[in-house]
Every structure is written in C-alpha cells, then in structure tokens.
Antibody
Framework: QVQLVQSGPEVKKPGASVKVSCKAP????????MHWVRQAPGQGLEWMGV????????TYSQKFQGRVTMTTDTSTGTLYMDLSRLSSEDTAFYYC????????????WGRGTLVTVSS | QSALTQPASVSGSPGQSITISCTGT?????????VSWYQRHPDKAPKLMIY???NRPSGISNRFSGSKSGNTASLTISGLQAEDEADYFC????????????FGGGTKLTVL
C-alpha cells in the first residue's frame, strides 16, 4: 500500500527545535512536490510550505519564513521539516502531503506527527 | 481562523444524504475549479475524496459528489453509512501564493 510514513510524536520545550520526517515512495521524487501542513488543536489546517523532493528547492509560507527549513534526502527517500524557536502555539499535528506537478490537490498524506511544546 | 469556512459539525442517519459547505472568496474557491475534499478518520492519514470540484479518484464511492456555486463549494454524501463518520475538510488553490493552498477548518460528520 502506497503511503507516506511520518516520524513519531515529539515533546519539546519552548525555544527548542523539532525535526519531523516523512518517508516517501520513490515515485514522489519525480514530478511531485511535497507540502507540509499543520493543524493546531481546535484550529483549521495551515499550509507551511512546499519542497521539490528531487531538487531540494523549497518555498515557505511567510508566517514561517526564517523559522522553518524543509529538506530532502534522496538516498533514503525521506523528507524533513525543521521548525525552530518553538512556542506553545506550535503545538499541533504536522502532516506531509504530496501533490503531482500541475495538479492542485493532494493525492497522498502522512498520518501526521504530534508535536507538543511545553515547559 | 481558517481561510475557508466550513460548518463545525453535521449529522445524518444511515441512508440519508448530507451536504458540507466550504465558503471562500473569488481569490480561491470562486475563482478556480480547484477545490478538493478530504476525509480523515482518527489516527489515519487524510484521504482524497474529491478533486477539481467534481472529480472522484479511482476507488472512491459514487456516493460522494462535489459541486460549486459562486464562492461556495459543497460535498454531498448520499446513502450515509456508519463508516462515513469522520472529519471532512476542503482545500482550494489560491491566487495569493503561487504554490500555496488554503484549507477549511474541517467538519465533523456524525452518523446517528
């Protein structure tokens, strides 16, 4: 079954950083983009940014610019989302979701990674 | 506050039909035929149910249908089944960011 496999839950202190991984099938590294989306408790989904898995070029939402870094490791088929200077407002489920070049919808999602920021 | 507005919850009895709305603006829902709908069961990955307003991916039941009027898109589920109980959220392409996307807040569907 084709799926995106995300890393497990994380608990971090304010000010720390978190790195969430997303292992993807090989075909994602050709003609697809990988997006990162989050959902805080009681809130709607929020787009964070997108990365070209093969080339590594990323574009970030203005809200997270300077705090988020998205990277890709083609050798292991894994994508990463690094978020720094965490605060309690970053407590959320973080999802990776793939979208084929030219399409405007996400055809595959990860199950989400819960990141809890608490002192 | 989400960019697209959805009702927080809807409910229906088995066999009935329900409709979930998703309201945006002319910069997203109203301006493009790029609305998609996703189903999310607890502890499972979201699943694409409808794309480009009306299209169903392979394997999705024809009980699920999508439509749009003006700045509001809708997801209709007919012949409700217990397994349809889940969260549903909409998404739309937005012209405000070249590669970006906006989402609805999600709607909890309860099958009574």
């Amino acid at each position: 079954q084709v799926q995106l496999v995300q890393s497990g839950p994380e608990v971090k202190k304010p000010g720390a950083s978190v790195k969430v991984s997303c292992k993807a099938p090989r075909y994602i590294f050709s003609d697809y983009y990988m997006h990162w989306v989050r959902q805080a408790p009681g809130q709607g989904l929020e787009w964070m940014g997108v990365i070209d898995p093969s080339g590594g070029r990323a574009t970030y939402s203005q809200k997270f610019q300077g705090r988020v870094t998205m990277t890709t490791d083609t050798s292991t088929g894994t994508l990463y989302m690094d978020l720094s200077r965490l605060s309690s407002e970053d407590t959320a489920f973080y999802y990776c979701a793939s979208r084929k070049v030219g399409d405007k919808y996400f055809d595959l999602w990860g199950r989400g990674t819960l990141v809890t920021v608490s002192s | 506050q989400s960019a697209l507005t959805q009702p927080a919850s809807v409910s229906g009895s088995p066999g009935q039909s329900i409709t979930i709305s998703c309201t945006g603006t002319s910069s997203d829902v109203g301006g493009y035929n790029y609305v998609s709908w996703y189903q999310r069961h607890p502890d499972k990955a979201p699943k694409l149910m409808i794309y480009d307003v009306t299209n169903r991916p392979s394997g999705i039941s024809n009980r699920f249908s999508g439509s749009k009027s003006g700045n509001t898109a809708s997801l209709t589920i007919s012949g409700l089944q217990a397994e349809d109980e889940a969260d549903y959220f909409c998404s739309s392409y937005t012209s405000s960011h070249a590669l970006g996307v906006v989402f609805g807040g999600g709607t909890k569907l309860t099958v009574l």
